[in-house]
């Protein structure tokens, strides 16, 4: 073999090694996300209710116990993954009410609000017939089988359910207080592998503590059907509603009537042949003249008021006798006394008997406004309107105050099942409520034309979340936007602030470059200048040259000067602008007769550097002007700080000049321009005879701005730091040049 040969072929059976680890490491990562990993017993924390995902009910933690307070059909709590494989789920598990069941929901997916409305498997106690039942849910239900629970099941009273998935081996298993077992399994070929568990009541409320889950076993598997072979669903082995007769095989199917609960007693002897009226026709009842009257229909709330409905319109039913409390839901006939009332009628002593049980409700759909005209008083309705205030009423009452198109409304549930989603609904919200409209003043207080009874907080209904221009919002965007304007006006200033550092450096830079070199030079100029002169005898031939460059040497030197100095004024920055302003003033006019006076007004602040030095050059120029033209015999310099503004005002008494676009010579234009770069205004009074006043008006940072800046880290850095380091520099520089003058200035 070549080695070309032996090392295409190691390349080969690397690439082929390092496949076949590729894919046994997604093979076990695979296998190990579609197996139960072993939990601990206690995996599952009932006291952790974010852990649970509900579908319809109102579900809440009481004293670490799951409850659900709704006797919906199908309302599920669900928890765990859809990977969950062959495990064992076990609770203890109560019944509220009766004639419904609650259990345990094994290897569920696809869940949705309604009645069996999962793919998954559940088993239950059922108290209507007493039985443990067991079946497959698929958006329809499937009964395998139910088996009898002995001595019987009862409400208000825990029993203790296990549910295992093994394979396709469905086991359920329930023990009742005083040990009694009852088992019930089916073995499915073509069964759901994997899925969540769950909690779920039908027609009932329910109660579920002490919830665990663990991974099963073979052992879990015989223990529970003590090694008995497990039969096969039957797919024709159907059990439909309640009344449906079951096969023969069933041993729930010979049941006799001391076994079945009141609630069947009285559907299966009450027959729906009785001649009831339309509730409509209640209105037209003689007002004060009680009548006796039947009516059929269908429940629409029980609490604090019965309240019966049928497609015509609804009644409330005060001071009842039933042999079985009537649910919401169930089909009823009531026989009793009526009375017309403003906007609908009230039965009161009526004699109420359940025709048959859950039937469907449905809401009619009205507004605010068709509601307060009183037309659908004790009706099931549904409304929208904006949620202006909550509060808590008395007797665990919870109380909404709504409003829609200029219509307030007010809406009243019982109990405190619903109260974490009550806390957590905002003002301004829009909402969506299902309940009973009432114009009862007992309910709406004569603050609103109608109120809504809920059956529960959970017939709210959140549409909208609050707008985003409400008032807090509004603030807190207008502070934002002002934060974001500070903080950007702040950079601003930053940046513009270390641009007049960089450019005053590099003036100072040159300044000292130009004294160093260019200054320096024409003094030296000068100086041979003058000792060659010296040094001729005959200086009748050269005198006048020789004076005449002298003197231009000694005017280029002092042009220098005045350059050096207009790129930074040294004095500037040691003594402040009005005794710069002074100083200049004075050396203008030494030697003269011109009396120079400075004066301050108003409260001293820090100026800042670019406005310092632009009023100083105003200045200047107007101080030189009035030398140079107005030969008058004063000169007042004058600074005023004000609350807004700055103003400079250079006034002489010389013999002054008319004002017009004419007169403006180039140093005035000059001045103009730089009051713009300030955005200051510049204003020259004069006249023949009167003298000048030249007034520059400065805008400055507002008082609270003055106010508050100096006192931060801002003032502290920039002002201390940079202005007062460039002081010091100054006054260094200042020493050094007396102490080492230089040969000619």
């Not at 197996?35 to 206690?42: C, S």
């Not at 009932?204 to 099963?216: K, T």
């Not at 006076?597 to 105003?618: K, M, N, Q, W, Y």
């Not at 321009?673 to 400055?700: C, N, Y």
Request: hydrophobic content about 40%.
């Amino acid at each position: 073999m070549t080695r070309w040969s032996r090392s295409k072929s190691g390349v080969a059976l690397g690439l082929a090694a390092s496949a076949a680890l590729v894919a046994l490491f997604f093979s076990v990562r695979w296998y190990s996300s579609r197996t139960l990993r072993q939990p601990p017993y206690h995996a599952v924390q009932i006291e952790r209710q974010d852990d649970w995902q509900t579908f319809g009910g109102a579900w809440e933690m009481v004293d670490g116990t799951m409850r659900n307070n709704s006797d919906e059909n199908g309302a599920k709590s669900m928890n765990g993954s859809t990977d969950l494989k062959d495990y064992l789920v076990e609770a203890d598990v109560q019944l509220l009410g009766q004639y419904g069941d609650a259990g345990l929901i094994i290897r569920a997916s696809n869940e949705e609000e309604g009645v069996d409305a999962y793919d998954g498997y559940y088993a239950g106690i059922r108290d209507l017939d007493n039985t443990l039942i067991l079946g497959r849910a698929g958006y329809g239900w499937i009964e395998y089988q139910a088996k009898r629970v002995t001595p019987r099941v009862f409400a208000q009273q825990w029993y203790h359910l296990k549910l295992l998935a093994y394979g396709c081996n469905i086991v359920a298993a329930t023990t009742s207080s005083s040990g009694q077992v009852t088992t019930d399994a089916i073995q499915q070929p073509d069964c759901i592998r994997s899925g969540r568990f769950g909690l779920k009541s039908f027609q009932s409320g329910g109660l579920w503590r002490n919830v665990q889950v663990r991974a099963a076993t073979d052992q879990d598997l015989i223990s529970m059907t003590g090694g008995a072979k497990i039969p096969l669903a039957d797919p024709n082995l159907f059990v439909g509603p309640l009344g449906k007769p079951r096969t023969n095989s069933d041993p729930a199917s010979d049941a006799e009537d001391q076994y079945l609960e009141p609630l069947y007693l009285d559907m299966r002897e009450h027959h729906v042949d009785l001649d009831g009226q339309p509730i409509a026709n209640l209105r037209a009842l003689a007002p004060d003249k009680p009548a006796h009257v039947t009516i059929q229909g269908v429940v629409t709330l029980t609490f604090p008021t019965l309240f019966v409905e049928d497609s015509t319109g609804g009644v409330a039913i005060q001071n009842f006798r039933a042999k079985t409390p009537p649910e919401i839901g169930d089909q009823v006939e009531a026989r009793g006394d009526a009375e017309l009332h403003d906007f609908s009628s009230v039965l009161k002593d009526a004699e109420v008997h359940i025709l048959w049980s859950h039937a469907p409700i449905h809401s009619m759909g009205v507004t605010a406004s068709q509601a307060a005209t009183g037309s659908f008083d004790a009706q099931y309705i549904e409304v929208e309107g904006h949620l202006e205030n909550k509060e808590e009423g008395p007797n665990h009452t919870l109380v909404l105050d709504l409003a829609e198109d200029n219509q307030s409304f007010r809406a009243i549930a019982n109990g405190t099942s619903g109260a974490e989603f009550f806390r957590r609904l905002k003002n301004r919200s829009r909402l969506r409520l299902r309940g009973i409209c009432v114009v009862d003043s007992a309910y709406t207080h004569d603050l609103t034309p109608f109120a809504i009874l809920l059956p529960s907080i959970n017939d709210v209904e959140v549409l909208e979340g609050p707008p985003w221009w409400s008032t807090g919002n509004i603030v807190a965007a207008t502070i934002a936007i002002l934060l974001l304007i500070l903080a950007a006006q702040t950079l601003h200033n930053y940046i513009g602030r270390w641009r007049l550092i960089a450019v005053l450096d590099e003036r100072q830079r040159l300044a000292h470059e130009m004294h160093d070199t260019l200054a320096q030079s024409f003094a030296g100029i000068g100086f041979q200048l003058q000792a060659i002169r010296d040094e001729i005898d005959d200086k009748s031939a050269i005198d006048r040259e020789l004076d005449l460059a002298t003197s231009m040497v000694r005017r280029s030197h002092e042009e220098a000067k005045r350059s050096i100095a207009a790129l930074r004024p040294e004095l500037l920055e040691s003594v402040g602008l009005l005794r710069a302003l002074e100083q200049s003033a004075n050396n203008m006019v030494a030697g003269g007769a011109i009396r120079v006076s400075a004066l301050i007004s108003g409260e001293a602040h820090s100026i800042p550097v670019l406005i310092s030095d632009t009023l100083f050059r105003i200045g200047q120029e107007a101080l030189a002007n009035a030398v140079r033209h107005a030969s008058p015999s004063a000169l007042v310099v004058s600074l005023i700080y004000g609350e807004a503004a700055l103003q400079l005002l250079v006034e002489d008494d010389g013999k002054g000049f008319v004002v017009g676009a004419d007169s403006a010579g180039f140093g005035i234009r000059g001045m103009r321009k730089r009051a713009d770069t300030i955005s200051a205004e510049l204003q020259i009074r004069s006249a023949p005879g009167q003298g000048t006043t030249v007034q520059a008006i400065a805008p400055m940072p507002a008082k609270l701005m003055r106010r508050l800046w100096p006192t931060t880290i801002w003032h502290f850095f920039w002002e201390r730091r940079f202005h007062g380091q460039r002081q010091g520099q100054g006054q260094r520089q200042a020493t050094n040049k007396v102490a080492n003058p230089p040969a000619y200035r």
